[in-house]
C-alpha cells in the first residue's frame, strides 16, 4: 500500500510569484484534502476534492486553487504569492471523504 | 462560526504518569471528530475517528472519549516514544474542517 507523498518537500519563492505543490493519494483514495500549518499552529483547512470536484472550502482567497486529477492526484497552485503564505502545505487523502492519511507535506518559504 | 479549542498548550509528564489532553468544539453539524499525532518534520498520524456522544475508541495506551462539547484524549502510563503533538479536528456537515493548535506531550524517561 503506497502512502501519500507530496512534492516537492522544500521550495523557496519570491513575493508575487506563482506555485504548483502536487499530492498523490494513497492507492484507493478517492477523495484529496489540502492543509496549510504555520509554524506552532494546527493545519487550517484550505479545500477538499472528491472525483474530481471541490466539495468544501476554508477561508481562504480565490488566489489558492487545486485540481484533482482522473488517477486521483492532485495540485495546490497560489497565485501572487504573499510572505504570510509562507507554511508547511499538507495534503491528505481519504476514501469517502473522511481525512485519515496525511503526507509529510511541502514547505513553503516566500521571501 | 465552528472551532476548536485544545487544552494544555504543553504538558510535560514523567513516565507512567497517566493525563488526559482536552478538545473543546463549536461546530455547526459535526459530522465527525479527530485526533491526530505529529512528529516534528512529519504530517499528522491518523489516531482515532469519533462521530457521536458517547463514543470511545482505544489504541494501546490512548483512549479517545467525545460528548456533546469536547472530546479527551486520555494516555494511561506514557512512554517517552508518545512525545508528539497531538491534535483534535471537526468536520462539519459542509464538509469543512477545523484543527485545534495541538497539545505538545512531552514524556520524561
Known amino acids: 500500500e503506497t502512502g501519500v507523498t507530496q512534492s516537492p518537500t522544500h521550495l523557496i519563492k519570491t513575493r508575487g510569484q506563482q506555485v504548483t505543490l502536487r499530492c498523490s493519494s494513497q492507492?484507493?483514495?478517492?477523495?484529496v484534502s489540502w492543509y496549510q500549518q504555520a509554524l506552532g499552529q494546527g493545519p487550517q483547512f484550505i479545500f477538499q476534492?472528491?472525483?474530481?470536484?471541490?466539495?468544501g472550502r476554508g477561508n481562504f482567497p480565490p488566489r489558492f486553487s487545486g485540481l484533482q486529477f482522473p488517477n486521483y492526484s492532485s495540485e495546490l497552485n497560489v497565485n501572487a504569492l504573499e510572505l504570510d503564505d509562507s507554511a508547511l502545505y499538507l495534503c491528505?487523502?481519504?476514501?469517502?471523504?473522511?481525512?485519515?492519511?496525511f503526507g509529510n507535506g511541502t514547505r513553503l518559504t516566500v521571501t | 462560526e465552528d472551532q476548536v479549542t485544545q487544552s494544555p498548550e504543553a504538558l510535560r509528564l514523567q513516565e507512567g504518569e497517566s493525563s488526559s489532553l482536552n478538545c473543546s468544539y463549536t461546530?455547526?453539524?459535526?459530522?465527525?471528530l479527530f485526533w491526530y499525532r505529529q512528529d516534528p518534520g512529519k504530517g499528522p498520524e491518523f489516531l482515532f475517528t469519533?462521530?457521536?456522544a458517547g463514543e470511545e475508541k482505544e489504541k494501546e495506551r490512548l483512549k479517545a472519549t467525545l460528548t456533546k462539547k469536547e472530546s479527551f484524549l486520555h494516555i494511561t502510563a506514557p512512554k517517552p516514544e508518545d512525545s508528539a503533538t497531538y491534535l483534535c479536528?471537526?468536520?462539519?456537515?459542509?464538509?469543512?474542517?477545523?484543527f485545534g493548535t495541538g497539545t505538545s506531550l512531552t514524556v520524561i524517561p
Open positions: 491528505a487523502s481519504s476514501l469517502d471523504r473522511a481525512p485519515l492519511h
Open positions: 492507492s484507493g483514495h478517492n477523495t
Open positions: 476534492y472528491y472525483r474530481e470536484e471541490e466539495n
Open positions: 461546530v455547526s453539524g459535526l459530522r465527525g
Open positions: 469519533l462521530y457521536s
Open positions: 479536528a471537526v468536520q462539519n456537515t459542509g464538509n469543512q474542517f477545523y
